[in-house]
């Protein structure tokens, strides 16, 4: 049997898909251990910047964007929305407090919901342009993720989180796409944070706080190009956000 996508795909779209199956062990994973779950988070993060950069090197083809799309609604919406779910249910029956079961799962759901509206409307309009509207879903999914690491896994604080993610993807807010060299920059702290239980398997020399201290780095660098970036970050030849509608007309 030939397989119809053999030959038609490139390289970067296997890293898409690959990003996707991620996605989907990430969901897995929560069921056992909610840290090793928001590890595949970031881990599908790096895959998603990784296709990008094997894309401008080693060409793309017309299937990519869709792909790409796919792959983050499965990484990037289903994943840490599960992830938040099971948190939820964890912590809370469905007998004992009804109400805030049904709101936690309903977040999550919102949020899936929300995730693919937003990578439908980038694929349509944003996907060639230099900036993007609402915030984006690998941000959101890296926040909640490097939370959990972190150890904020407070579930009325991650569904009040996941239902403001939510709506500021569905926002008109608008994010310029971050430089080569701080993709780089967030890349390595990912890297860092997902790598970091195996280092400490291998070694007892590296000290068991610097796992979490990584979390809060990607935290602090991802909460702050989420606070910040809208404002303050446009420039390098991206265009600034226009102060009224008269800037807009001219």
């Known amino acids: ?53 094997v ?25 840490p929305a599960g992830l938040i779910a099971l948190l939820v249910l964890e912590a809370r029956s469905f007998e004992s407090d009804p109400l ?7 977040a999550a759901a919102f949020f899936v919901s929300m995730a693919v509206a937003r990578l439908g409307m980038y694929t349509a309009y944003d996907s060639d342009a230099r900036e993007t509207v609402g915030v984006p879903t690998t941000l959101a999914a890296t926040v909640l993720a490097a939370a959990v690491i972190a150890g904020y896994t407070e579930p009325a604080l991650l569904v009040a989180a996941t ?16 430089h080569a060299q701080d993709a780089l920059v967030m890349g390595v702290v990912q890297a860092a944070v997902i790598l970091t239980p195996i280092a400490h398997l291998v070694t007892s020399a590296l000290p068991s706080w610097i796992g979490e201290g990584f979390a809060f780095a990607l935290l ?19 265009r600034s956000p226009p102060e009224n509608a008269d800037e807009t007309r001219a």
């Not at 894309?55 to 994943?79: E, M, N």
């Not at 239902?163 to 971050?178: E, H, K």
């Not at 602090?220 to 991206?238: E, K, M, N, Q, S």
């Open 1 to 53: 049997m030939y397989l119809r996508f053999v030959g038609r795909l490139g390289l970067a779209d296997a890293v898409t898909v690959a990003n996707a199956a991620v996605g989907f062990l990430a969901v897995v994973a929560a069921t056992v251990d909610v840290e090793l779950a928001a590890r595949l988070i970031l881990l599908a993060a790096v895959a998603d910047g990784l296709d990008g950069v």
């Open 55 to 79: 894309a401008r090197h080693r060409g793309s083809t017309d299937a990519g964007p869709y792909l790409d799309s796919l792959a983050d609604v499965a990484s990037f919406g289903v994943a």
């Open 100 to 106: 805030f079961v049904a709101v936690g799962v309903g």
């Open 163 to 178: 239902a403001l993610f939510a709506v500021l993807m569905g926002s008109t807010i608008t994010y310029p796409d971050l």
């Open 220 to 238: 602090f660098l991802a909460v702050g190009y989420l606070v910040l970036g809208p404002r303050f970050y446009w420039g390098d030849g991206i």
